[in-house]
């Protein structure tokens, strides 16, 4: 790695974010400082674009690397620059198939700033809000969408997860950020590290310039990607094991400002 990272780079939930999805006041500090001296922030999420409203406002602008790499977004103007959804004969094939190994699959879609689920999917966050709807697996599957989310109420996440990737195979990309048992499935080939790469190469970049900040297992391939050309791949204190052991570096918790501390010692 140069001197000093050309491009920083963050998750959010779990990593750039605390607990109580803020982003503290030291934290932004730090960003800004490295803002002047022309290096910016890219936050790679698995989150869909409707969930970065609130992240906007607080950072002011930027760019946004969406649902695990699908979608590329610009923060300042709001708008989608890039998608590489799931097909509908893809979906098809995997919701029939997972439905047949594991009965007890429940599927979500996000696509555009829509998000649609099953009657008997038991979504955990902004039920309620606008442009959350139920529908039929049949119309949800009918159209291309950024991500497939597949969840099961009684096996563990691991276990899960583990099982969705053996199914879906190469057909494609299959990962988790969550706590339950919940696999986000993306386009085959699509990953944060895909998404970061376009970025990275339409700006000059390699991954010797960048530092990124991650904890769940959706950051791993963006890590090995990181690494892989000698930048800074730094997981989280309480990461996922399977990040902790793909690092370069290890920081802080997100609740003791992890991201900033870090930031702080690449300052010389």
């Not at 829509?114 to 902004?126: A, K, L, N, S, V």
Request: proline share 5%; hydrophobic share 45%.
């Amino acid at each position: 790695m140069a001197d000093r990272p050309r491009l920083i780079v963050s998750d959010l939930d779990g990593t750039l974010l605390r607990s109580d999805e803020s982003i503290s006041d030291a934290t932004l500090a730090e960003l800004r400082w490295w803002e002047a001296e022309g290096v910016p922030l890219v936050l790679a999420t698995g989150r869909p674009p409707r969930w970065m409203l609130g992240v906007r406002e607080r950072l002011g602008g930027g760019t946004a690397i969406c649902c695990n790499g699908a979608v590329l977004l610009d923060l300042t103007a709001f708008t989608v620059l890039d998608e590489q959804p799931v097909q509908p004969e893809v979906l098809r094939v995997i919701t029939a198939q997972l439905r047949d190994r594991q009965p007890d699959t429940w599927f979500a879609v996000e696509y555009g700033d829509q998000f649609r689920h099953e009657p008997i999917y038991r979504p955990r966050w902004d039920k309620d809000a606008p442009g959350v709807a139920v529908a039929t697996l049949e119309e949800m599957v009918a159209q291309p969408v950024a991500k497939l989310l597949a969840r099961h109420e009684r096996l563990s996440r691991d276990e899960f997860v583990a099982l969705v990737a053996e199914v879906v195979g190469d057909t494609a990309t299959v990962t988790t950020s969550s706590s339950d048992a919940m696999a986000e499935i993306s386009a085959a080939g699509v990953t944060k590290a895909t998404g970061l790469a376009r970025l990275a190469a339409e700006r000059g970049l390699a991954p010797a310039d960048v530092v990124y900040f991650g904890d769940m297992p959706n950051d791993i391939a963006a890590f090995e990607w990181v690494r892989s050309g000698g930048g800074r791949a730094v997981a989280m204190e309480r990461a996922h094991p399977d990040v902790l052991a793909v690092a370069t570096d290890v920081t802080l918790a997100n609740d003791d400002d992890g991201v900033a501390a870090f930031l702080a010692t690449l300052r010389a």
